[in-house]
Every structure is written in structure tokens, then in C-alpha cells.
């Protein structure tokens, strides 16, 4: 596919503006990159806090981790901060740093081509727009597409059918019969959210949750004051919350040959927790029978005392099929409902995923086929042979399970250390070496026999960790490992032409 023009519109176009797009947006300023544009689907600013609107949605590490290490905000009003609070502050990031012109809504890409002579990236809307750019940083992350439960009957059913991705704050749920599929971590929020309103709950369980206790509390004005106003507070506010994630799952989970305590302390307090608040009718079924950490586990002091409502029934028998008014199990039993949530989370580690829309590069290589040929993997998880002047902030091998904000700032440092060395450079073609992307992919394979995912008991947890091949492509290292490695990894990997 050929460009009318060597030169492109933009030096620079990032897919997506939640916050890796954000991200990679205020880095590029930062980095003296200027020329660039932000393409977004939805008619907001904040990826999954955008979409995901379901009742409870919070976040699920400490917010003093989850936020920008250059923007810490003291006005959280609790530790786990709510859905909405994170939806601000990405309106917040956008506005502070002046974004909202560089960002285009309502932008759709179904598809990008890798232009070889001109050396410039075609990227396709679903307005007909072909946008030109010289470099491409994909910043859609995996939580970006709802993957809806694949059950015989399901568009059958008469009442109201949502995702818990797309809540339908039209659905009035009081005083109705609701049915949840699922019970990860977006249901283990919204099932205590709404069992109070309901007049009857069913929660239909493949598989249970570690689920530990939540040290969450709200973050009184006194609080918010001293994080506000005493020097240093917030970044020890930070330091513990990053210590205590760094711990619970990155050292849990990456490094669990060399942590085996580590996990089985966490199995402990979950399994104390069970019994302390489930009734023991219920406890045996809520308890999981795989390894901590081989999904990811979660944090709550409202789910599991859930099941103990009289107006709540935890349902594990598997769904055989989905009638017009009700959800028939293979026992045969038939329970009725009025409206049926899919708690059933996001594609992940799927070819039409990573990105959602079709990528081709050197020679029109599928992006989707070389992983289906190749296993999923990516140079420090963000360049992929063949497939030159794109970059990925959620590449495979890139995320170690701690804060995505961690991750972002991350892969934006090696990103834009690239882009430097091509504009110092004069280069218009930059691609990663494929003895490169080799030398990394062995290395973290060679490492990630320490990983839960190959030291526990994972093969029960029906765990959206595992791909197809059945890898899991998280990088088994330290958090600052990955970010040492971001601003020292070595130039020459990349092959650089002009």
C-alpha cells in the first residue's frame, strides 16, 4: 500500500486515550515530541474508567498506586478509590496537560498498514479516514473488549441482557430477579453492590476467587490534609502502597519458587477470611482449589458475607442453557430471572485483541499471525520483529502484574528514548532486531519457571492468564528491574534507517 506522500500528517499517532494513551500522550510533550495525535473509540477520555460504570466499580490496588508518579493526587476519598474518582482524574491528567485538542473522540481504527518505501504507518478509521503517521504507539490495553459468556439460548432470553463492561443505568433492578454470570473481579465488586436492591440474587459460578480482606477505609479530611500539606507525605504514602503491591503480587506472583511463604500466607488469610464471614453451607463452594496468584486475586470485605443474604444464591452447577425467562443448569433446575448481568470479563491474550483491529507490517504480515505462528512475545514488551515504527505500551512480556501506571511510565521511557535516537538520528525506519526480540524472549522464558503460573496448582483456576499456547506472558521481573531496563537497554538493538 503505497502513500500519496513520504511525509505523514504526524510524527507520532497513539490508539487509545485511556491512561497508557494519556501517558504516552504527556511523555511525548515531555520528550520534545509534539507533532502527534490521540485516536479514541469512545466519546470519553479514560479507557475501562470510561466504559465500566457498574455499581461498586473501585479500583483494586491501593489508589496511591494506581495514579501517575508525576501526578499524585491527596484527595482520594479512600484508600481503594471508587470508579468515578478515577474517571476524574483522567479528565484531570487531560485538561492539566492540556490534551484535549490532541485527541480525537469518536475515532474508531479497524486497521493499520506499514507502508515500506515511504516508511509511514496507514492507519484506517471506521469513518473512512486513513490517518498517516511515521511512528504508532498502541495504547489500547486488553480490558478494551467484553467477552460475552458463550452458552446455548443466551440471545434468546426475554428480559435485559448487559456486560458488566456497558452497565445499562436504565435497568431498573429493584424488587427484580437478577442472575450474575461470573465471579471475578469486576462481579466481586457489583454482586454486594446490588444484592441489598434486588429481590432475589443468583450468582452462577464456574470457578471461585481468592478473595482476602480489603484494607480499605475512607481518607478523612484530617488525612487528605497532611497528605496535602506535610513535605513528603504523599511519596510515602506511595512507597508503602507500592511496597505492599510490589509484595502481594509481583513477589507472589512472579517470584513464587523463590517466595513459596509468600502464597501460602495469602491462602491462609483468604482461607481465614472464608471462615470468619461464610456460613458454612456456602464456605466449601466459595473456596478455591488452585494456587494463589494463578488468576488474579482480589480484595473485598463485602463479597463473601454476600451469600450469607437470604435473597442471595450461589449456584455452581454448570449452565447448560438459556431460555426466554430463565437459566437452566445441567441438574435441571430452572431459575428464573428478570434481568442477567455477564460478570464474564475481556478478551485478553486473543489474536483479534492485542490490538482490536488489524495491524500488517513488513511484507503485510498479520501482527495476529506471526503471534499465532511465533507465541506472544515482544522485545521488553513493546517492539515485535517485522513490524517496524510500532510500539506497544501492553505488549506481551511487558506488564509484571504490579500498577499499569508503573507499566505505562515504563515502556513511554523506552518508547521515547527510541524516538529520540530516530529524530537525532535522521532514521524514518526504526525496528527491533530479531536476535534482539530472541535474546529477551528466551530470557524471560528461562525465568518464569519461578512464576505461580508454572510452580502452583493453576490447571482448575480457568485462568484468562494463560493464551493459547499456553504461556503467560507476564515479565517475571521486579518492577524496578523493568523500569532500570527502560533507560538502559542497549540502542543497537534496534535497527535504525533513514
Known sequence: MGSESSEPAFEVVVIGAGFSGIGAAIKLDQ???HNYVVLEEGDGVGGAWHWNTYPGIAVDIPSFSYQFSFEKRSDWSRVYAPGEELKAYAEDCVGKYRLRERIRLGTKVTGADFDEQAHVWNIRTAGGETVTARFVIGATGVFCQPKPPEIPGIETFAGRTMHSARWDHSVELRGKRVGVIGTGASAIQLIPAIAAKVEHLTVFQRTPIWCLPKPDRPLSPLVRGVL???????????????????????LAGQFAGNFPGLGLKGEAAGRKHLLAVVDPDVREKLTPKYSLGCKRPSFSNDYLPTF??????????????????DIRTADGVEHPLDVLVCATGFKTFETDNLPPFEVRGSAGVSLGEWWDRNRFQAYEGVSVPGFPNWFSILGPYGFNGQSYFGLIETQMRHITRCLGHARQSASTRVEIRPEANRRYFESVLARRHNQIFFQGSCETANSYYFDKHGDAPFRPSLTLEAAWRSARYDLNDYAFAG
Open 31 to 33: 520528550a520534545g515530541l
Open 228 to 250: 496535602r500539606r506535610v513535605p513528603g507525605a504523599q511519596l510515602l504514602a506511595r512507597w508503602a502502597s507500592q511496597v505492599f503491591v510490589e509484595t502481594t503480587f509481583v
Open 308 to 325: 450469607n443474604r437470604d435473597n442471595v444464591q450461589l449456584e455452581t452447577t454448570a449452565i447448560e442453557e438459556i431460555t426466554p425467562t
